[in-house]
């Protein structure tokens, strides 16, 4: 299999926790593939009509996107146990999974919309942004409990990379500030090894 990548996509590494913790990286052959809102990657066009990562190429030649239907895929190619059996336990793994893409997404555009020039910034957008990130974490904070008491699946690795991507690109955020309980959760998250392994790299090119 092949697999779309970037060194720093929160998505990407919700993927790259999924093949760590399943023991089958050594099945993905990663193909760094660079992409940006301004600028299409046109290689990357043939498997992914929406140019975006990340990507999954089976050996059939069969495109798999996005992150959720990727781990999704992955987590029962390998049997992985990230998605619970239980009909009510796997409602919640895939609404908390539902919630951290989504501040995901809503951390992206904020990014996008804060590295303009401050007279291109459109205030009202910041405001919508930064409502909405206080408004997950609260909602997070809340259940810190049970995400504590909660084997690991793919509701918490997708909450874990969006907290993380907030110590990345949201440092001035100061997010643990009045969410304490869900700092601990994410203190404990960030010691797994395939959390360790897929840390985002400035360093790649």
Request: some cysteine; hydrophobic content about 45%.
């Amino acid at each position: 299999m092949k697999l779309h990548w970037s060194p720093r996509s929160p998505f990407v590494r919700k993927v790259m926790i999924v093949l760590y913790e399943a023991g089958i990286e050594d099945r993905v052959a990663c193909v760094r593939t660079p992409v940006a809102m301004d600028k299409p990657n046109l290689d990357l066009l043939p498997d992914n009509p929406l140019l975006k990562l990340p990507t999954l190429v089976l050996e059939d030649g069969t495109a798999i996107y996005d992150s959720r239907v990727i781990c999704a895929y992955l987590n029962e190619l390998a049997g992985a146990g990230l998605l619970p059996a239980e009909p009510r336990a796997r409602l919640t793994a895939e609404r908390r999974q539902a919630l951290g893409d989504g501040l995901l997404d809503v951390l992206l555009l904020y990014r996008q919309e804060r590295n303009k020039p401050p007279a291109r910034q459109t205030p009202a957008w910041l405001d919508a942004f930064g409502l909405k990130v206080d408004a997950a974490l609260a909602a997070l904070e809340k259940e810190a409990p049970a995400l504590r008491t909660t084997p690991l699946d793919l509701g918490l690795i997708a909450i874990g990379c969006a907290l993380s991507y907030l110590d990345y690109r949201f440092a001035d955020l100061g997010w643990r500030d009045g969410h304490p309980g869900l700092a601990a959760w994410h203190q404990d998250f960030s010691k797994r090894p395939s959390v360790t392994r897929s840390q985002p790299d400035d360093a790649a090119a």
